[in-house]
């Protein structure tokens, strides 16, 4: 998965957050991940492992 995987799928995360009206504390509950861990990632401050990006693609599925 390349730089524009990862960032494809944030976007796709923040879009669901926005059109959910979730907080980050409710689509870290869903993806079952601490809110400061999705905050790093979603602020391109840590790179999302292959748990988490597991995690978001099943989510955007949905």
């Known amino acids: 998965m390349d730089d524009r ?3 494809a799928i944030i976007e796709a995360l923040q879009r669901v957050r926005e059109e959910e009206f979730l907080s980050l504390r409710g689509l870290a ?8 861990h999705l905050s790093m990632i979603l ?3 840590r790179r999302p492992g292959k748990r988490f990006l597991w ?3 099943q989510r955007v599925e949905e």
């Open 29 to 36: 509950k869903r993806l079952g991940f601490s809110p400061s």
């Open 5 to 7: 995987d990862i960032e």
């Open 55 to 57: 995690a978001a693609a």
């Open 43 to 45: 602020a391109h401050k």
